[in-house]
């Protein structure tokens, strides 16, 4: 039997071939769970590397081809009403999920001259909001005797500065102190909550000029991959995980 079969995740914004929710969505799948995703494509619509239009519908086809049941929603987590929608459509089509993984983020440079109330007020929707708000309906909703997983996503915001992105640090820096206490919370629940730090991910929206920056500051002299995020969120989501709770676990090939 596959580690994770009969298990249900939801994994957020997995809307692009190469990002790293659409990694974690296949690698779940390998290990034989079913898989409820999220994705948001105006944000992308935004962003230098544009819409991956078809991709949400070619995911699920590729997810089925593992042997699982496989289901992609439309969700703009910025809406106060999503992530408890997102739930009760869950189990609406699937069931009720014990995996869940907050992969999606809003992401914009700033810098304190350009920092503004909208700035702040449009991560802080995405990032801590959305987050926060689907971890505490996935706990409520909960059915299961043990075996549910949180898996939050961060940047490792609490190993160095990260100058021009004053929006997005402060909120990634909240989901890791939210992390820590709702693991302590949800631990008589036997849901574990850890998150996951991958280090710079080349999932498309690097430059090679900055690549060419970022590879000396690796000292296994390569970028981090998604499959490599992929393969932590794996193991975390697996009964062999059970006793890990409370961690920000920054598996990022030990960049500098």
């Keep these: 039997m596959k580690a994770l079969q009969g298990k249900i995740a939801i994994v957020t914004g997995a809307s692009r071939r190469i990002g790293i929710g659409s990694a974690i969505c296949q690698a779940l799948a390998e290990a034989g769970a079913d898989i409820f995703f999220t994705y948001w494509r105006p944000y992308d619509r935004t962003m230098e590397w544009g819409e991956d239009h078809d991709w949400p519908q070619l995911l699920v086809k ?19 009403a999503t992530p408890k929608q997102i739930i009760e459509e869950v189990f609406s089509v ?17 810098g304190y001259e ?7 007020d449009a991560h802080y929707a995405v990032n801590v909001r959305g987050t926060c708000m689907l971890c505490a309906e996935f706990a409520k909703a909960f059915q299961l005797p043990s075996g549910g997983r949180i898996i939050n996503m961060t940047s490792g915001q609490d190993k160095g500065p990260m100058p021009g992105e004053l929006a997005y640090v402060a909120t990634k820096g909240a989901i ?11 631990a008589p ?14 999932s498309g929206w690097m430059s090679e000029e900055l690549k060419s920056y970022l590879l000396p500051r690796f000292p296994m002299k390569r970028i981090g991959q998604p499959s490599d995020a992929a393969r932590l969120v794996k193991l975390l989501s697996s009964d062999e995980a059970s006793w890990i709770t409370g961690q920000i676990i920054h598996s990022d090939g030990g960049f500098m």
């Design 62 to 80: 590729q997810l089925e081809q593992e042997g699982v049941r496989a289901y992609g929603m439309e969700a703009d987590l910025s809406h106060p």
């Design 94 to 110: 699937l069931g009720p999920p014990s995996i869940l993984v907050n992969n999606a983020t809003h992401s914009t440079l700033d």
């Design 189 to 202: 629940l036997q849901i574990t909550v850890n998150a996951v730090d991958p280090g710079p991910t080349d």
């Design 114 to 120: 350009n920092l503004s109330a909208d700035i702040l």
């Design 176 to 186: 890791s102190a939210f992390t820590v206490s709702l693991a302590a919370e949800l």
